[in-house]
């Protein structure tokens, strides 16, 4: 399979430590043959060889100064959008950053463009799901082409990958979780008496937060997440922007502390219900007891309830995702896309 | 698809009920059509009808004197094994009655039988899985046929198909979990004050105790599901009966209580990990904090933790699953055979 990834952040470097590091790649699939024929990005450089690229040269650039080379054999001049028009690939890995400013541009033409030109979409980007799943979905279909996404929401755990197979026929009524690692880290550790600055600084550290954490702790990142579980799973048309939100800001911070001597939690929730056939999304704070499910979930971990009209409630519960758990779930997504053909 | 079922009990006729339910079949897929030409049971009597049975009529005489009635036209004299060697079907769907005293038979046999035969099963009955499910599945991998059994671990949570999906690559290193729901509610009613014999009548009433709970109640049931997981997700060879295994006869019950006040909880935890290469599986009451996630599971809840070498760890969670979930899951597992073709 021919590879084209737009992107060579954290995970687009972590997915290639991972497939080096198992030189015997057939592990993760009898015949899963992995090629990246095209690395692009928007400051870094971009490389190209129809051959099959040095992923282990680019990762060692990478990690030495910071942008691929022009001595390297692989240099290319080809910037995002012409080599996902112009090269010879069959799946397209979309992780550039999150813009949601832009609506998901222009990571959502990258897409758009690699879909009508028939080639499998994998994405790890919120954006693009966000904002224009159905769109995105329509396009893969009428091209005979797959979109996966399994790394948008909880990293890797098997979010889409499951509902796809194991809730066919159910119709999903609504879901609820806290799915920002950043702001539940920010909360445990206040509750544990830390300082708000001091805590984002060792969010910082921990390389889960970024220069500013407003993207997170305002709800923005939830906001996307509960989108995009919104329109896959009840196939709902709701973009972040309309997500009822309630941030960081709408916290009383000295609150907190004390709730947790009073035996509750305060947890960042994202929720998307079915209010009179219309599918209404919320993100905010909430008061859990102790021994609700919600509240056992500390630092960067996620949790995820669904309801359905046919079976009894479902969760799925992560314990402190990194990024290579987003890199597992973006290989995940190639898996399936060797399986499926 | 053509469907053979082994047992009529209250998986099968809750099964039955969301076929008849749901008149517009292919809300559960597109193409799905399930067509019954055989039921058998031990003691209700049979029936067969190459053209499709009356699923209606089947579930009314049930209801209405315990067993089908000579005078409908579909009865039939063939046992179980007869109609598994003699009818015409695609998938046999095997839901009689757990026997592990006879390791798994005459399930095992009648899904050999099948298997040989080239059909498909799917199964709720945990005996063969539990015993045999490396010898199956080579069976059905000779046969080109598929062996399913979704609701033979928490009910029609989706512990196999999501692994099957979404764990690809990833080799699982340890599995824990509350998998018995009637020894999870008798202990939740202990602890709420009810005296253990008390707790046994109300489970019973509630449906979820046999007539002779010591199945649930020492272990046997979780031994044989912790079985399978580590067969099907570890590769271990393990039965029921090499499960250690403590019951609620180790348990002291007013330490129980007691133990509440103190803010722990008593769990019955099933556990199979690696030691020196070697699988090893176990059964027996654990104390958790109160915000551990496992102290969470009330009454018939369920929960399952799995690590693997590639994620970060990953819970599963089902809150008061019923019959009507088992059900489900034997329905996703029939999906899923109609989407493979």
Known sequence: MKVLCIGFGNVARSLARLLIKEPSRSRFLPGLDLQFVGVTSA????????????????LQEIEESGRFQGKNPDFSKLNSLEAVQQLDYDVLIELS?????????PALTYMR????????CVTANKGPIAFAY????SLARKNHSRLLFESTVMDGAPVFNMARTALKGCRVVAVEGILNSTGNY???????????????????????????????????????????????????EIT???????????????EISQTVSAGTRVKMVARARIDSGKVLAEVGPEHFPINHPFATVDGTGNILRIETDLMCPLTIRQESPSVKDTAYGVLNDLIELGAGG
């Open 186 to 236: 920010v909360l445990t550790q206040i509750e544990q008496g830390t300082s708000f600055d001091e805590a984002i600084l060792k969010a910082r550290q921990g390389g889960f937060a970024e220069a500013d954490p407003s993207h997170d702790l305002e709800g923005w990142d939830a906001a996307a997440k509960i989108s995009i579980l919104a329109r896959v799973l009840m196939d709902a």
């Open 43 to 58: 400051s870094r450089g971009s490389l190209e060889n129809a051959q099959g690229l040095d992923l282990s040269r680019a």
């Open 134 to 137: 159905q769109e995105l979905a």
């Open 113 to 120: 463009t690699a879909l009508e030109r028939g080639k499998h």
């Open 97 to 105: 950053t999150l813009n949601l400013n832009n609506k998901g541009k």
């Open 240 to 254: 972040p922007t309309e997500v009822s939100r309630k941030g960081f800001s709408t916290l009383d911070l000295n």
